[in-house]
């Protein structure tokens, strides 16, 4: 469950391109019969064509027994070209109880690669470290990727496909469809009427009945993320991430 609930964040940050800004947003989460299970919360800066992203995903209810009251934390830093961040690092940090995990991506455009290190903490002491070059380039982490849809995707009926770091297991290989407008109906369905823009993205996981699965994904006029559902998660069918009002 945690792994949907994790890539689910990366589809709830504020689409703002202002050259000097500071946005803060929070979303909570529901799944199924277990109710809510967690929030989400943003806070994007950006200034002299630099930016850096911070997001805490913080379990609650049954999913923080499951997780044994874990709390993640995500930072992405890099610059602004064109209209899109592009990042320059990217990292993914767990805490649950004694023990701390950090994967670090540290992305080098000039000679198109990225280095991956991941370390482990037990009782503050250093038990693990790891360190190697990925398989895949990428101008963009997880939170780039879909901070940036307001810009990339804006053509409908179309499908882009798109390279981030933070997933490996699937080559780093992302495919998001923005709808034509008949196709929208079935958007609205799920997600309501009324916004700027629809689109889905398709993510290859274990944890989907199919070991696919569509996050649908819905833009408000001010330009942030209103709804967002995760399709057929195993048994326990869809997840929901909603906009804290």
């Not at 380039?137 to 981030?164: E, I, P, Q, R, S």
């Not at 833009?219 to 048994?235: P, T």
Request: hydrophobic share 40%.
């Amino acid at each position: 469950m945690s792994r949907f609930f994790l890539i689910s964040i990366y589809l709830l940050l504020p689409h703002t391109y202002s050259m000097a800004s500071s946005q803060s947003i929070k979303y909570d989460a529901t799944f199924g019969i277990f109710g809510t299970i967690g929030s989400i919360e943003n806070t994007i800066k950006k200034e002299n064509k630099k930016y850096t992203i911070h997001s805490t995903v913080t379990f609650s209810g049954l999913a923080k027994l499951l997780m044994g009251g874990q709390t993640e934390y995500y930072i992405s830093k890099g610059f602004i070209k064109k209209g899109l961040m592009i990042s320059n690092f990217y990292s993914m940090a767990s805490m649950k109880n004694d023990t701390k995990k950090l994967k670090e991506y540290f992305i080098d455009h000039e000679n198109k690669r990225v280095i991956k290190r991941v370390r482990k903490w037990k009782n503050k002491i250093l038990v693990q470290e790891t360190k190697e070059v990925l398989t895949f380039y990428a101008k963009n982490d997880l939170l780039t990727l879909y901070f940036n849809l307001g810009v990339a995707v804006a053509t409908k009926g179309k499908t882009y496909h798109f390279k981030a770091v933070g997933l490996e297991k699937q080559n780093g290989k992302v495919q998001i469809t923005v709808p034509s407008l008949p196709e929208e109906k079935s958007y609205i369905k799920e997600l309501g009427a009324g916004s700027l823009l629809y689109a889905k993205a398709l993510i290859y996981q274990k944890n989907f009945k199919n070991k696919k699965g569509d996050i649908l994904l819905s833009l408000a006029s001010d330009s942030y993320i209103e709804k967002c559902v995760i399709k057929d998660i195993l048994m326990f069918g869809d997840a929901k991430i909603f906009r804290a009002k």
